[in-house]
């Protein structure tokens, strides 16, 4: 079956910068929408940043012109650039994808998902 793997967490500094990763292999026909989610202690699940096959990106506010979403669709993977990192940005991330994994079969796929700390 599919699987997403996450890679690129880590502890950062205050200002810094870190790029996660997010690949996708498996039995893919197609996939109609790729994100990330973070979610911090306490706090519900949100969507940071994602966009469809159509073009359409959403930022969540907090991290607008911050943050870069980007997805090669020929090699199947997600990045998502994190510039200017703060305190609040301290959360799991994690990849999710909409695949068709045949002509009529759609699930929705989640990975194991990556820690971001940032801390001085």
């Known amino acids: 079956q599919v699987q997403l793997v996450e890679s690129g967490g880590g502890l950062v500094q205050p200002g810094g910068s870190l790029r996660l990763s997010c690949a996708a292999s498996?039995?893919?026909?197609?996939?109609?929408?790729m994100g990330w989610y973070r979610q911090a202690p306490g706090k519900q699940r949100e969507l940071v940043a994602g966009?469809?096959?159509?073009?359409?990106?959403n930022y969540l506010d907090s991290v607008k012109g911050r943050f870069t979403i980007s997805r090669d669709n020929a090699k199947n993977t997600m990045t998502l650039q994190m510039n200017s990192l703060n305190f609040e940005d301290t959360a799991v991330y994690y990849c999710?994808?909409?695949?068709?994994?045949?002509?009529?079969?759609?699930?929705?796929?989640w990975g194991q998902g990556t820690q971001v700390t940032v801390s001085s």
């Open positions: 498996g039995r893919i026909f197609g996939i109609n929408f």
């Open positions: 999710n994808a909409d695949i068709w994994v045949g002509i009529t079969t759609r699930v929705n796929w």
């Open positions: 966009f469809t096959d159509g073009g359409t990106i």
